[in-house]
């Protein structure tokens, strides 16, 4: 069942006078118990997308789409404070930064405690639903793979190590209980080991709690080991989506060919002094997008028809945006 | 904690014996005789200053006579009156303090309330209106401001009194120095015309010099919060969906408050200067214009000890200031004077 | 019709440039601009268009009100005070030498400060603690407190009150210099310059210098808006300049005596401080934000 549907969703901003598309056209559908992947380079509106679902875009924006809905329920439509219920029950956010993202004259348990949604907590007397906060932090700091839950929870945040916080913003997303998971890029920065224990994590979180959850990075090696499905955003636009296994075996873009080629791969018959595989020129500013398909000016298989924008196609739930895509015949 | 605190007693120590050593030695920067300097007159009997005046003693001997008169409360005699200088600057304390102390208080009750408004709504009307404000009033000469103040309200409209503390008609037996305690704990009669005739006498002057401090207060809150509201962790605890009077509540006003404390004790300063610059003009009874008349009459033995008294009073709350921010807020550097 | 240049141009204005637009996007900021420009014109040119010297007598002209009241004569715009000295003249002279003097003192105070705060920071030990915590002991003592000090040492004077004035408004930019050098010291461009073989001086004049200059603008127009206060106070309390120098704080102590028939004398010389200071500072927070929000706009 789907519970996050986008189509068509377009972001606009006003820049000395003009009106230049941030997002363009985006889709993006997540069903239940699924993992999906958000993949682009920096600067292709990855966190502009995630901003959108929470609904923390600063005013200025113009959002339109065909449909943004969480369960069939129109996020543009909704009154600030359904949005929020939904962001506190539903809906879990988590950044890039984990130090950044706590207050830094609270202690983490204070901050714990107060992320608790009412309901679950039990007991009439103050003294019994502290209690009973505490307990239910506990279990989930235990949960996430926090070894000494007694030393950390009293500390500040900047007296703790970075997978820590970490871990403690994911446990913090936890325990209201959400069905999805939003995930910012939450290993930027991490050396391997905490990736590895992070990225586990959330595959076991997945497997166990029903937890859905919409993974942004761009860090491939890390999410095509655990990703259900991936779509592939370049500057603004959806250049593909579809299964995880389906993309990998034959990828149908040019450029999520490159991406997965870009990933080096140690292998032993890697010749010594050998290029790495990567696409020429970088991705074009918002004020100067090249007419047609945005990738033009870099695809090294750009002809006479791609000053026309690729209309979005679709295989066996396998959609792309291209005039000439790999490993089918041309239309 | 220990450590701070130990530390803070230790820089407060070292401050105060500087500042002992500078009001010693300005006896000798002074013109005149330095052993008249320290003393007033050149005859004393009291025992430190039979030591300080006997001609064998040399200049560390003398200091640490004169540490001992500061302790025992022999300051010394002024130039102009003759009298010890210690009951005249204890009965004139209390005034300038009381006049300080009222300015704070109404300058941190309306300023930082009001600076927490303009901050949560950074850049709208409301935030205009009191930025625009808040510079012209902290543009106005505090003098001027006294003037215009005495020559508006007292002169023309003849709403307010323009000078002293209480009418003379009214008698109060000193009981702590500050005049509204005074008032409320004597028993004579017409104690509430006393009481309002006191407050009458207040308005002006605590007006003068909260207005400069409250649009201080009010811009460094009104930046502390708007610099709060821009930082990630308010950010995403909006995201997570925490009602709005929580982030408030728990995050928001802490984490502005914490670095508007230093700034506070900044200001301590100003306010000082502010406070005797308005004792001269509306004639108050306080250390303030007791200082200022003396440096017209050349009283140096008056000029080193109020200064001394001054500073010593300035440094002790500025210090505890530092030490209770440094204490209460879990992300000050700990760096201070002595990092390596 | 076609246009040769496919690409639109893009303005990539200099620093000083952006912070120049981002400045005049405030309007408040650009009429105190304006203001304060006139206030300049009229303390280096009003001298010299004025036909009185702010110190002759006019014994007929004794306490006449501005122009555009009823006994006022145009001969005396501004009105006269009780020693029947033209207003206006002395109000140009006043905003002369309150001005300048502010700049002066706040220039010797920026370049010690700048000095003892560039070694205190670049220095490390028991050297730079110790210079702190005497600066420190001077921060915290009242302005009037240290001008009352020098008075009793060295007398009274417009120069006694300008070096009481620096000396307390040198410890803020020690403070000022000191943090921003330590911080920018530990920063990686910094490191660059002393691997590529830069000794200290080199990397303070080259690479900490040109990013401190804006810093050190905007600190410097706000400290003139208050060592126009001080100085000015100084003069009301007749510990600075004295009665027979032009200052704007010495007619308004001399206005005193005759504030009831003749308000004008010290209404008009506050007025002038006021408006001073207010332009200042204005000028002074604009810069502020102009400088904060270049970036991002």
Request: proline share 5%; aromatic share 8%; charged share 15%.
């Amino acid at each position: 069942m789907i519970i996050l549907d986008i189509k068509n969703l377009t972001l606009e901003i006003e820049s000395n006078g003009v009106l230049i598309k941030a997002l363009d056209k985006v889709s993006l559908t997540i069903q239940e118990n699924e993992i999906r992947a958000l993949v682009g380079e920096s600067g292709s509106g990855k966190s502009l997308i995630v901003r959108a679902i929470s609904g923390a875009l600063p005013p200025q924006w113009i959002v339109t789409a065909d449909r943004l809905t969480w369960r069939g329920q129109n996020l543009i439509k909704m009154t600030r404070a359904q949005r929020q219920a939904i962001m506190r029950r539903d809906i879990a956010v988590i950044f890039q930064d984990p130090m950044a993202a706590l207050d830094p004259s609270a202690k983490l348990k204070d901050q714990m405690l107060e992320s608790v949604p009412r309901e679950f907590i039990e007991g009439r007397y103050f003294w019994q639903r502290y209690a009973s906060r505490l307990s239910i932090c506990h279990k989930i700091l235990h949960k996430v793979g926090i070894q000494n839950v007694e030393g950390c929870i009293n500390k500040y945040p900047h007296e703790v190590s970075a997978d820590i916080c970490q871990k403690f913003m994911i446990a913090m997303a936890l325990v209201s209980q959400p069905t999805l998971l939003i995930a910012d890029d939450p290993t930027r920065g991490m050396e391997t080991n905490t990736k590895k224990q992070i990225l586990a994590l959330f595959t076991r979180l997945n497997k166990t709690r029903n937890l859905s959850i919409l993974f942004v990075s761009h860090d491939l090696l890390a999410i095509s080991a655990m990703a259900h499905s991936m779509t592939v955003l370049y500057c603004g636009q959806t250049v593909e989506s579809g299964k995880m296994k389906a993309m990998r075996r034959r990828p149908l873009h040019p450029y999520t060919k490159a991406l997965m080629d870009s990933a080096p791969s140690f292998s032993p018959d890697l010749k010594p002094k050998s290029m790495l595989v990567a696409l020429d020129g970088t991705i074009p500013t918002l004020q100067h997008l090249p007419i047609g398909c945005r990738l033009g000016p870099r695809c090294p298989r750009a002809a006479k028809e791609c000053v026309q924008m690729p209309t979005e196609r679709s295989i066996n739930q396998h959609t792309y945006r291209c005039h000439y895509p790999m490993h089918v015949e041309p239309v | 904690m220990i450590t701070t605190l130990i530390r803070y007693f230790n820089l407060t120590f070292l401050t105060l014996l500087i500042l002992v050593m500078l009001s010693f030695g300005l006896a000798y920067f002074f013109p005149g005789d330095p052993i008249i300097n320290l003393m007033g007159t050149n005859k004393l009997d009291s025992q430190p200053f039979l030591m300080l005046s006997s001609q064998q003693t040399n200049i560390f001997m003398q200091f640490w006579y004169y540490v001992q008169a500061l302790l025992a409360g022999e300051w010394g005699v002024s130039f102009a009156t003759g009298k010890p200088l210690y009951q005249d600057i204890m009965r004139l304390l209390p005034a300038t303090l009381e006049l300080s102390i009222y300015a704070v208080t109404i300058a941190l009750i309306l300023g930082i309330p009001l600076g927490f408004l303009a901050g949560m709504n950074y850049h709208k009307k409301i935030d205009n209106i009191f930025m625009s404000s808040s510079m012209i009033m902290y543009s106005f000469p505090v003098f001027w401001l006294a003037l215009l103040l005495i020559l508006l309200i007292s002169l023309q409209a003849q709403w307010l009194p323009m000078s002293g503390r209480l009418s003379l008609l009214f008698n109060v037996p000193h009981y702590s120095g500050f005049i509204l305690v005074d008032i409320l704990v004597s028993d004579i009669e017409n104690k509430r015309f006393a009481f309002n005739n006191a407050v009458q006498h207040l308005i002006l002057p605590t007006l003068s010099v909260s207005f400069i401090a409250f649009a201080v207060f009010l811009r460094a809150t009104r930046r502390s919060v708007a610099d709060v509201l821009e930082t990630q962790y308010i950010k995403s605890a909006q995201t997570r969906g925490l009602p709005g009077k929580t982030i408030f509540f728990r995050h928001v006003l802490r984490n502005a408050l914490l670095p508007v404390l230093p700034i506070l004790a900044v200001q301590i300063s100003t306010l000082v200067t502010n406070v005797m610059i308005v004792e001269t003009i509306f004639s108050w009874p306080g250390i303030g214009d007791w200082l200022i008349q003396a440096i017209y009459e050349r009283d140096y033995p008056a000029i080193r000890t109020g200064m001394l008294l001054v500073s010593v009073v300035v440094v002790i709350i500025t210090m505890s200031l530092e030490c209770i921010s440094q204490l209460i807020d879990p992300t000050r550097d700990r760096f201070a004077y002595a990092r390596r | 019709m076609l246009d040769a240049n496919l690409y639109e141009e893009e303005l990539h204005p200099t620093p000083l440039g952006a912070t120049w637009r981002e400045f005049k996007q405030r309007h408040v900021a650009v009429f105190g601009l304006v203001i304060l420009t006139i206030f300049i014109i009229v303390a280096i040119a009003g001298p010299l268009l004025s036909p009185y010297a702010p110190t002759t007598q006019h014994t007929n002209t004794l306490l006449i009100p501005p122009a555009w009241d009823d006994n006022g004569s145009i001969l005396h715009v501004l009105g006269t005070d009780a020693l029947g000295r033209d207003m206006l003249t002395r109000l140009f002279y006043g905003t002369q030498v309150t001005l300048f003097s502010s700049i002066v003192t706040v220039f010797i105070a920026l370049g010690l400060g700048v000095a003892m705060g560039v070694v205190a920071g670049m220095s490390k030990g028991l050297r730079s603690s110790f210079i702190n915590h005497v600066l420190d002991i001077l921060m915290l003592t009242p302005t009037l407190l240290i001008a009352i000090i020098i008075v009793a040492i060295l007398g009274t004077g417009l120069t006694n009150a300008m070096l009481a004035i620096g000396l307390a408004l040198v410890p803020r930019f020690v403070h000022l210099t000191r943090d921003f050098v330590r911080e920018e010291m530990n920063k990686d461009y910094i490191k660059t310059a002393r691997l590529d073989g830069a000794n200290l001086t080199q990397v303070f004049l080259f690479n900490i210098l040109p990013n401190m200059v804006e810093l050190l603008i905007v600190q410097g127009t706000l400290a003139i808006s208050v060592a126009i206060l001080d100085i000015s106070a100084l003069g009301f309390l007749n510990l600075g300049a004295q009665t027979l120098m032009p200052e704007l704080g010495v007619m308004i102590a001399e206005g005193l005596s005759t504030v009831y028939i003749a308000p004008w004398n010290i209404l008009l010389p506050g007025l002038t401080i006021f408006l001073m200071v207010l332009s200042i500072n204005i000028v002074g927070d604009g810069l502020r934000s102009a400088l904060r929000n270049r970036l991002t706009h």
